[in-house]
């Protein structure tokens, strides 16, 4: 963690930076469950003293090293990063706004979409399966079970949230196809009970390119980030929540509402006469 701090300092010094913003994007951690002193500061803290490695991820570290440094933070990906009570007690106390986890990006962006639509107009969803076809770096890594798991709890979490019903059936599978290179392909079955128990179905077919419907949204974060610091805002951004399919402290998983969210926000600071900057 230390390393890490020299590092954001040094590169703050290098190029005469007033802020930094931290975003982390590397590839997927194994499935992490916090234990019950990440809950609490005091005792947070007193493992980091003890140097219990073992109940450390590198992303926490990465998130411990930015906040301390004074540095907004934003997690991408699928690893904890920031996202329980401690980290954000700690970023209270600095004064530093952070937020994440895992960036939505497509067959999750329409999973929360679609799945109100269902909700609302009372079709009952039997099942929905989703198949996942992934060629670059983040399909390799999510070839190895532990961080594939991680990925696929995050998918499915989101739906089941938004159905509220234990009786339906939902799966997520991603394989790594390495001829795809940076494109993407979903495929998503959808069975569900209309009018008179009547059974019908939809599917879709997602294809885009991973590293262009990620870009804009890390250029988007940072520029959110930036703002929430400059403004004097800490914790965590929960206004971010349509960015991520696993947002921390976010209850909210439809991508409409959440979005509607962040409009509220940006009308907020408009009205008080301050905006992002371009």
């Given at each position: 963690?230390?390393r890490?701090t020299?590092?954001l300092?040094?590169?703050?010094?290098?190029?005469?930076?007033?802020t930094?913003?931290v975003?982390?994007?590397?590839?997927a951690?194994?499935?992490?469950?916090?234990?019950?002193?990440f809950h609490?500061l005091?005792?947070f803290?007193?493992?980091?003293?003890?140097?219990?490695?073992?109940?450390?991820?590198?992303?926490?570290l990465?998130?411990?090293?930015?906040?301390?440094?004074?540095?907004?933070y934003?997690?991408?990906?699928?690893c904890l990063?920031?996202?329980?009570?401690?980290?954000?007690e700690?970023?209270?106390?600095?004064?530093?706004p952070h937020?994440?986890?895992?960036?939505?990006?497509?067959?999750?962006?329409?999973?929360?979409?679609?799945a109100?639509?269902?909700?609302a107009?009372?079709?009952?969803?039997l099942?929905?399966?989703?198949?996942n076809?992934?060629?670059?770096r983040?399909?390799?890594v999510?070839?190895?079970?532990?961080?594939?798991?991680?990925?696929?709890?995050d998918k499915?979490?989101?739906?089941?949230e938004?159905l509220q019903?234990?009786?339906?059936?939902?799966?997520?599978?991603?394989d790594?196809?390495?001829?795809?290179?940076?494109?993407?392909?979903?495929?998503?079955?959808?069975?569900?009970?209309?009018f008179?128990?009547?059974?019908?179905?939809?599917?879709?077919?997602?294809?885009?390119?991973?590293?262009a419907?990620a870009?804009?949204?890390?250029?988007?974060?940072?520029r959110?980030?930036e703002?929430a610091?400059?403004?004097?805002?800490?914790?965590?951004?929960?206004?971010l929540g349509?960015?991520?399919?696993?947002?921390?402290?976010?209850?909210?998983?439809?991508f409409?509402?959440q979005?509607?969210?962040?409009?509220?926000?940006?009308?907020?600071?408009r009205?008080a006469?301050?905006?992002v900057?371009?």
């Open positions: 963690m230390e890490i020299a590092d300092d040094e590169f703050r010094k290098t190029h005469a930076l007033d930094v913003i975003i982390h994007l590397t590839s951690e194994p499935a992490c469950v916090p234990p019950r002193e609490y005091e005792s803290l007193a493992l980091l003293e003890a140097d219990r490695r073992d109940l450390f991820p590198a992303s926490v990465y998130a411990l090293a930015a906040i301390e440094s004074g540095c907004p934003v997690n991408f990906t699928t990063g920031s996202a329980f009570p401690a980290m954000d700690l970023a209270r106390k600095k004064g530093v937020m994440g986890r895992d960036g939505k990006t497509g067959e999750t962006l329409m999973k929360t979409t679609l109100p639509m269902f909700v107009r009372n079709l009952k969803v099942s929905w399966e989703g198949y076809m992934l060629g670059n983040d399909g390799q999510l070839d190895q079970p532990d961080a594939n798991r991680a990925k696929t709890q499915d979490h989101c739906l089941r938004i019903d234990d009786a339906a059936h939902s799966r997520v599978r991603i790594y196809v390495p001829s795809l290179g940076d494109w993407k392909t979903a495929w998503d079955f959808i069975h569900f009970q209309g008179l128990g009547t059974r019908m179905s939809l599917q879709f077919t997602w294809q885009g390119c991973d590293s419907l870009s804009p949204l890390v250029l988007d974060l940072i959110f980030a703002f610091h400059r403004s004097n805002e800490s914790g965590v951004m929960t206004h349509c960015f991520f399919k696993a947002p921390f402290m976010v209850p909210e998983h439809g409409f509402r979005n509607e969210v962040l409009l509220a926000y940006a009308a907020a600071h009205k006469g301050v905006g900057r371009a």
